[in-house]
């Protein structure tokens, strides 16, 4: 059964600099997306071959049409710092390939105070 | 049977200069190798053709029509032949797109009244002179309204891959015909085409055989799902032919692997590349490469990325390496026969190939 975790001060989680927790034996990391400020929560290893995927980058995710047009979207994707697959912020889902998904967790903030559920 | 690539010679360079200006003839005349293409640096060894065809006074097999049709056709028991060009498959590589341009036309219309008329098997195929863009589209304007020409034919030596910008106009125009666009292998580090691969220039003809001329279809095919040509171009279709086969799995599962990966700087490529390879590009099957004992495994393989659907029967006649039908018939598995043989091809010409109502 889920629980809130109090994670870290909300002033610590900045753009680049994630909070790793390890809850019931999983390392979770909260990271802040610099594009529009929210946090969110994520579980802290790529399931493609098991990097820490919070040393990955937060990014706006590109795309793009035939002919060289590429176009930034409304979409935050975290890359892994291993061999750069993308997994989406909010749902966890590799966009490249459903058979891949990591884990995320609800997030609120509190008092000042990260909060995740997991 | 579809034979969809059956190389027909050249016997002497008069048949085609018939088709040339006057003012033009005598500059193709002194040209050192034939009319001016760019020659083979690697020789074959021993010899290019099969030495149990029947040959003509110039000592060259499958030069005359009806030999042809009664070798490659009747003895094989083909409903169609595609013919395609052997030694012309160079004229894109001419350094003088003029000469090229003129060349092309040419060829295309020894096909049209040598070729086409003899038997109603005979399809044809478009080459070009694609050193220029618009004259090439040109050409493919001014044979496609010939029913008989089923695809354009591009050689794999190439001064850059065909996903590049500069072809789509080309791809452009012969889907627009439904017209096919096939790419066979060689031409490698001819004319204005680069080096075979990466490594420099081969030694042996057999390095050039073996890595040389798969490694261009290995290019193109990367290329053109790579900028999203496909995507651009939906009734595209391309034939690979003579590029090997055994290493298609293993390339595009890397191509997959690289896209998720790499996938920003190509950002268009929506599906893994492998599936969007399997609705638009067929490959022959000449030569299927032989496995010391193993064929089951190249059947497995084969099937993980859309055998026996992607496969087209190709005899390569009248050269050295040719698969035979009915040897590659009995080799492939009992149940890919009635595709690989026949029902591919059909299904990728489409109403282009104007089959027989009967077979």
Known sequence: ?118 | MIDCDIHVQISHPEEILKYVDEAERDWFRKQSFVLGLPGYPWMNPSTWFRLDLAVDENGMPASNPQVVAAEALDNQGAVIGVLTADDALSVGLMENPYRAATLARAHNDWFQHDWFPVDERFRGSIILPTQDTAAAVAEVERCAVNPKFVQILLPGGSERPYGDPRYLPILEAAAAHGLAVAIHSGMEGMGLAHQPSGAGTPTFYIEWHTIGSACSIQAHLISLLTHGTFRRLPDLKVLMIEGGLAWLPGMLWRHDTNWRGLRDDTPWIDELPSETMKRHIRFATQPLEHTNGNDELLWQMLAAVGAPDILCYTSDYPHWDGDESKWLENRIPESWRQGVMHDNAAAFYGNRLNLPVTR
């Open chain 1, 1 to 118: 059964m889920s629980e809130w975790h109090d994670i870290a001060a909300e002033a610590d989680v900045v753009a680049g600099t994630p909070a790793i927790a390890r809850i019931a034996g999983r390392e979770i990391g909260v990271m802040r997306d610099p594009r529009t400020n929210k946090i969110f929560a994520i579980r802290n290893r790529c399931p493609h071959s098991g990097a820490k995927l919070c040393l990955g980058t937060v990014e706006q995710r590109i795309e793009g049409t035939p002919g060289g047009h590429y176009e930034l979207v409304d979409r935050t994707v975290i890359v892994c710092p291993w061999h750069g697959w993308e997994y989406d912020a909010s749902t966890g889902e590799c966009p490249e390939d459903n058979n891949y998904r990591v884990a995320v967790y609800p997030v609120r903030v509190e008092a000042g105070r990260v909060l995740v559920q997991a």
